[in-house]
């Protein structure tokens, strides 16, 4: 079994702030508008230098959350979440160390940036009746099926526990494992849909 990760354009899983150095650390609109599409789809592995290293918030993070969304469209992450991620996918995804505080300059915490590195194409659902409308690349709508459940394949999985669609890249995915560690461990990431597999 496995559950695709929503993510709630919403308070506290997505949290308003300003990337305070990027611009000077990226000059070009172009390649941070490149970057930010990384962020929210994966495909590539990012080179540190031109990632943003802080991240000034409108207001707090509590002590229990282990992750949240930003301006960006980066997933920010606990040092908590990064162990178990590289633990159980050791080598795969890539982690880059983001400063969070708050207006005053307070730091919360150790946090991370998240790029997802794997895709995999479990999804048995034709993208055709997805409900989305691709843009100028052939990519999907990033509302493609958010809040529902779909249906996948097991036996196209590989193994990794966390990834992202080949077909919908904007769609997360965390193995049955990951998830019952995270709530092992009483981490919360994002709310996860239990998905059907192709079987059932």
């Known amino acids: 079994m ?22 000077a650390r990226v000059p070009s609109l172009h390649r941070r508008a490149h970057i930010s599409g990384v962020f929210q789809r994966g495909g590539e592995l990012l080179d ?8 000034r918030i409108h207001d707090t993070v509590p002590a229990t959350q282990h992750a949240f969304t930003s301006s960006g469209g980066i997933h920010v992450i606990s040092r908590g979440l990064r162990d178990l ?4 996918d050791p080598g795969v995804h890539q982690f880059l160390p983001i ?13 991370f940036i998240l790029n997802v590195g794997f895709r ?14 691709p843009d100028t690349e052939g990519r999907r709508g990033m509302m493609w099926l958010q809040d529902r ?9 590989s193994g990794v526990n ?8 904007d769609v997360c ?14 981490m919360k990431f994002f709310k996860a849909i239990k998905l059907k597999n192709r079987t059932e």
């Open 2 to 23: 496995s559950y695709k990760i929503y993510r709630a354009m919403s308070r506290p899983h997505q949290r308003l702030g300003e990337l305070v150095d990027w611009e």
């Open 48 to 55: 540190p230098a031109e990632a943003p290293t802080a991240l």
């Open 85 to 88: 991620f590289e633990e159980m």
């Open 99 to 111: 400063t969070v505080t708050d207006r005053k300059g307070q730091p919360f915490g150790e946090w």
């Open 120 to 133: 995999q194409d479990t999804a048995f659902d034709d993208p055709a009746e997805a409900g989305t409308v």
């Open 149 to 157: 459940t779909m249906t996948v394949d097991p036996a196209k999985q």
């Open 162 to 169: 966390l990834w992202r669609e080949t077909r919908f890249p």
């Open 173 to 186: 995915v965390i193995s049955d494992q990951l998830h019952d560690e995270l709530k092992r461990r009483g």
